[in-house]
Structure formats: structure tokens, C-alpha cells
């Protein structure tokens, strides 16, 4: 079973455009909102380097910023 954690936050259109793709292909996954959670802001700063989003933890690799590639590679990997 694959993990799928998404890290958005209230106003990134990106981060709407990354959950859509998600939906259409079945994906299910978890959203972390990190404007709401600083905890999860500062998890994320300390395994990636950056705070921009969305960054998306798939089964322990990261993908930051909108890339569906990436993330279909890390699902098959």
C-alpha cells in the first residue's frame, strides 16, 4: 500500500491542481495544511530544505512543487 502525504496550504493553486490529479487517478492520500500546523511546517523545512509547496511525501521519497511525473515514478518505485 502506498503512502501519499501532501503538504499544502490555503491559497496555492498548485497544491488544488495536485490534489485534482490525485483524485482523477484513484490516489489516496493524506493533506497536511501547514499554515495550520506548525509542527508539520518545521517537519517539512527539516526533511526537505524548503518551504514552499506543495511537497509530497510518497513512501519516504519527496517531490516538491507540482510534478505528476515524479510522483507516478515514486508510486511505481
Known amino acids: ?3 501519499v502525504t501532501v503538504y499544502t496550504t490555503n491559497t496555492c493553486r ?3 491542481m495536485l490534489k485534482n490529479f490525485l483524485n482523477d487517478q484513484n490516489i ?3 493533506e497536511v495544511n501547514v499554515q495550520q500546523d506548525q509542527r508539520s511546517m518545521h517537519k517539512l523545512i ?3 530544505g524548503q518551504l514552499g509547496v506543495p511537497q509530497t ?3 519516504g521519497k519527496w517531490v ?3 510534478d505528476p ?3 507516478m515514478k515514486a508510486l511505481r518505485d
Open 1 to 3: 500500500m502506498n503512502s
Open 14 to 16: 498548485y497544491c488544488v
Open 28 to 30: 489516496p492520500f493524506q
Open 46 to 48: 527539516a526533511a526537505t
Open 57 to 59: 511525501e510518497v513512501n
Open 64 to 66: 516538491v512543487g507540482y
Open 69 to 71: 511525473n515524479s510522483i
